[in-house]
């Protein structure tokens, strides 16, 4: 399982990567292999706000509904709208092709609120023995 | 492992652990929902043959002179021109005509039957038959003593062929046969939930492990894969079964979701046949019907259904169908104006998207006729 050290992580599973003030969303390995076969994603239109820990869109596997959780707040600048045709990108690559939005960030010191990688891993591992 | 969370396990669950299932809670049970993909595992049945542990069922015997008298009082179908090992589509219907449990039924002898129940409602089925027994009948629940293996796909005659002596060729659909898998004795069914040709194989639950390893190295040759309830799902919506605790329960009656053709009113007193022809004479209210998805967006259970702007109903089932890429559901609605074609929107997440209504099955079954 890849935790990328040069992101940060959400408690809810979404990853987030800071380019300047824009930040990258997607959600992690740990989160597509609990989904299994992503076969669905809704994603915001470009020009929408989304507010840190709101709900920006839902990932759906065969079986689930999954709400997407923004890492930061801000206005989305751009959706991986292959994502619609080619749902499977999110399994395949889901720190890569498998990208969902760009936020312009209204206040990029929101990411420093996330887990480290190291604490993400810590986590995961916490929540994986609880079961 | 936390014991509030564990719920019963088959003979097979080792197995399961053993193969990588993903395992979740289902009907009481420790199940496993897939152990790879539920995609390629609904894939592999249809196009060459997949192994489930459906050990979960409930085997319920009723045997005596009273047998046959029990089962016809019991169950909706007419279980009188059943031959020795054939077997029937069935249900228990409470005295209000709402269901109980949907079954199927096989004659063993001229006085003993062998109901298979769903896995949720074995206690509550039980119960129910051996308070309406009737005379010179009893009832027994074997459940726990029993496996049962369901082998499905266009492949799976040539791989059971292979462990078993007895010809499988000429055993026709909903017929039984026993013979011998890998030496232990079997009740096999030419029966299944998926659409596809297949066999369900009953033994002894201290065979179960041996049995399905035998059959899962039969299979290798011919790409069997072991398949989960999630797969079962997705392939049994495909077909247009249903799924009792979704798309009907006791508020449901047979009529209403489907399941008149198998209510014979006309069979004699059954429990239930009251409301029923009076719920028929009266006018079924409400219909079952089939939808695929017309735009993006997939129907999930209890999504409002609407018609004019006016919601007529619900979903009951919805998935992403793996056969054909498109999202398909099943809806309860009250029976207006809706019919094979028309257009229908389902309410996902506050927005109306389209669907078209469709003829059942939505893809081919291949069952052997």
Known sequence: MEFPANLRYTKEHEWARQEGNRVVVGITDYA????????????????????VMDTFGVVESVKAVSDLYAPVSGTVVDANIVLED????????????????????????????????????????????SR | MRADTEGKRTPLYAMHC????RLIQFGGWEMPVSYSSITEEHQRVRTHAGLFDVSHMGEIEISGPGAEAAVQYLTLNDVRPLQTHQLQYSALCNEAGGLLDDL???????????????????????????????????????????????????????????????????????????????????????????????????????????????????GQAYGLLPVGLGARDTLRLEARYLLYGQDMDETTNPLEVGLGWITKLDKGEF???????????????????????????????????????????????????????????????????????????????????????????????????
């Open chain 1, 32 to 51: 597509q292999k609990e989904l299994g076969d992503v076969v669905f994603v809704e994603l915001p239109e470009v020009g929408a706000t989304v507010a």
């Open chain 1, 86 to 129: 080619q749902p499977e990108l999110v399994n395949a690559s889901p720190y890569g092709q498998g990208w969902m939005v760009v936020v312009e960030a209204a206040h990029v010191e929101e990411l420093q609120q996330l887990l480290t990688a190291a604490e993400y891993q810590v986590y995961v591992a916490q929540e994986k023995s």
């Open chain 2, 18 to 21: 053993q193969l990588g299932a």
């Open chain 2, 104 to 218: 199927t039924v096989c004659r063993l002898a001229s006085d003993r039957f062998l109901l298979i129940v769903n896995a949720a409602n074995i206690d509550k089925d039980f119960h129910w038959i051996i308070t309406y027994l009737g005379p010179g009948a009893r009832a027994d629940n074997c459940s726990d003593a029993k496996a049962l293996l369901a082998l499905q796909g266009p492949e799976a005659e040539t791989i059971l062929q292979r462990l078993s002596a007895t010809p499988l060729g000429a055993l026709p659909y909903y017929h039984a046969l026993m013979t011998r898998v890998e030496g232990h004795a079997a009740l096999v069914s030419r029966t299944g939930y998926t659409g596809e040709d297949g066999f369900e194989v009953l033994i002894n639950a201290a065979h179960a492990v041996v049995v399905w390893q035998a059959l899962m190295e039969a």
């Open chain 2, 271 to 369: 429990l239930g046949r009251d409301a029923l022809t009076r719920l028929k004479a009266a006018g079924v209210r409400r219909r079952m019907l089939g939808f695929i998805m017309q735009d993006r967006g997939i129907p999930r259970a209890h999504y409002p259904v609407m018609q004019d702007g006016q919601v007529i109903g619900e979903v009951t089932s919805g998935t992403m169908s793996p056969t054909l890429g498109q999202a398909i559901g099943t809806a309860l609605v009250r029976s207006t104006s809706v019919q094979t074609g028309s257009t229908i929107s389902i309410d996902i997440r506050h927005k109306a998207v389209p669907a078209q209504v469709v003829p059942s099955p939505f893809v081919p079954r291949h069952v052997k006729r």
